[in-house]
């Protein structure tokens, strides 16, 4: 006890310890150690700590250099077969992207609020979309138009039980009892949706970061990713989820019962059945209304940890539907002389409102992103702050093209010729039909980008020469580097390839939303009597469409499949899970989970009780996207804490990609408040890289910061000390230059350890950090 009776604070300790965060693509802790002997310190299989054997009870002895130690976390977006199917979730995770790319905004609350809850409905729209697709496949065209074709079933015996002709009139063969059954499938999908945000719900959202005050947010421009609740957004998700299974089922309730009550509207039908029709479809829209508040009513906590949990919401709103499905089903099957199926169920209307609503949305989201942006411009802004309503046009297309593909496909596989069924809604094929003109428009841009590359890389190549001035040229060494050089700058080029994108897709999707509902043709039927290049041009974008669509299709399917069965495939997946799950679910709950909320905490764990246990210094080491962990972690840290650590960053995309893509909460002024925060930082950048580089602080703080771009390769000839060709290293090995080592020992020396101090309340106050 010291002696105010405060317990007593341990020995300082001269312990280093550089704690290494990977980036991308993941790796083993033998690697990051250079080591084949390492040991688990702390964690679980799914992400841990771990040190070399030698170094386990490094703390009691001395060491002339710090203790590495290795934080892996690559199987929380690369673990087991399942997350193949995390392939499905694409664009759920796309929108979820554009709800962080707001620009930043300051004093603007409302339109803040305004922003998150737009990209909401946007992923609400997400939801019914695919639901919407798989009620075409299973309710269109196997159970109405299929089985209810003498053809069609009797080329696929396992439809026979559903069709009047071959069953002879057996009972599931009635309309309303085949589409009931039917509904079977989409109610699946959705079931599976849940189970999977359910799943990593439990095992991501769960886990809770350490519990601390927030801090002023008015000083040094502070982030949001220094609130206390910022990684746990458990409450949020929960209510999401809810509202999102209940509008699938409610999808399918509509698609079951919509037929049967239009049936029953017509002169002399039933009247006891058209009033339970007419009760049932308010009570649909009564739901729906619901669903809509929900998503609209809360978005995220993040000033607090919020603990609770709407159990009353989250249970009976998907029980409400639920119970409506059942009812519709109940509907659809009741006995009703007469009808028959024929044409196409309404998949035209269903498709064609979600298409203009999702634009609508988007249009509305680019409005709000560009009032934000000009109350505080930012000129490193990707897309001058429109890079948010551009992802969510890019997510609303991934939906329309999977919904599109498998609808097509499946319409090929029970009748490919076209002579028995009539096949999907005309909207899709509309829409399969611009994806050759927008891969056109992306082939045009590729090219003068390709042109200013191939420019760029003969503009370096004095540049290269004059960096390794004492060696002999070498023109085809020259070129080389030269060429790299300009392939990594294409990184910066990214927003241009997104503008062009989605600003295609949305005015082609328009006008194919136009042409399919004005013509209720296909593009080929529409242009007949038209001049013969107008004729060719739409035979040949169905036809090119129809066959890009199925490639994609093909593919998805395939490489889902190797997923599941290959690690190596499994772990090509898991690197653009990397990148897209590092933020939270604020938009969509069936995006695959948020790694980061189970990664930060643990490294802003790690760090705290380690610097309370033995008052030592600190480095964290942070690679690619591990300097994004690191900086969010540093961010979650306690001020006193976060001051007696250092930074070191190589390979990073904190400013290049974060910088630029969600500068709300990576921007200048997040990256300087980080910078004071912390006792010091240091970041290496290779021109070479596509994905690091210089954080570019503004003012003096830049080359506090930022080191000279280091040399890439590190001797352009054979050398003493390089007897052999030296590697362009690019994104990788950046341990390897003798750079790393030197700015890890100024960080190093920099940081003092927490020495007692001759005060007792002081001394408390930091025992207390």
Known sequence: MGADGSPARPAASGTALELLVHGVGGTTPEKMLDDPRTVRITGDDIAAVFRRADDVDAEKGQRDGPVPEAYVWCNLTSGNGTRALWLLLLPFMVVNLAHWMRPTARGRKRTVRLYGLLVRLAGLTLTVLLVAAACEVALDLAAWQCAGTRACAESHSWLGFLSPDVSDAGWWSRPGRRLALAALVPAALTALLWYLSHRTWSAYESQQPMSRKGEPEEDH????LSRPGFWYGRRLVARLRAAHTAAGLLTIAAAV???????????GGPVLLDTLGRLLLAGLVAAGVAVVWVVCRRGRTERYLDRQLDQRLVRRLPLAALLLLALAAVYAGWERPGWQSHGRLSGDATFGGIAFMQGLLVVALAAVAHLLYRTHPDPRAALRGLAGPAVATLACALGGVMSGGVSQRVADWLDGTGATILGPPVLLTWQASVIPLVLLVLLVHCAWLGRRTWRSGRAQLGAVES???AEPK?????????????????????????????????????GALVGALTSRRTPAQAAEGAYVFVQGAADTAQALGSWLIGLGFILFVTWGRRAYKDPSARRTIGILWDV???????????APPCYAERAVPDLTWRIATWTRATRGRLVISGHSQGSVLAAAAAWQLEPTVRKRVGLLTYGSPLERLYGRWFPAHFGPAALSALHHDVDCWRNLYRLTDPIGGPVRLPGDCGPEVDRAPLKDPLAYGRTELHPLPAPILGHSDYQADPVFAEERARLLGRLQPDVPG??????SGRSSA
Not at 580 to 588: E, L, S, V
Request: net charge positive; glycine share 6%.
């Open 580 to 590: 897209g799950t590092f933020w939270p679910r604020a938009a969509h709950p069936f």
């Open 474 to 510: 070498d023109a085809a060494r020259t070129r080389r580097i030269a060429r790299t050089r300009a392939m990594a700058a294409l990184t910066d080029r990214g927003p241009r390839l997104l503008g062009v994108t989605s600003a295609s897709t949305l005015l082609l999707g328009a």
């Open 467 to 469: 960096e390794y001035p």
């Open 257 to 267: 019962s919509s037929t049967a009550a239009r049936f029953d509207r017509e002169p």
């Open 221 to 224: 421009g502070r982030t949001a």
């Open 758 to 763: 001759p005060r007792p309340q002081e001394d």
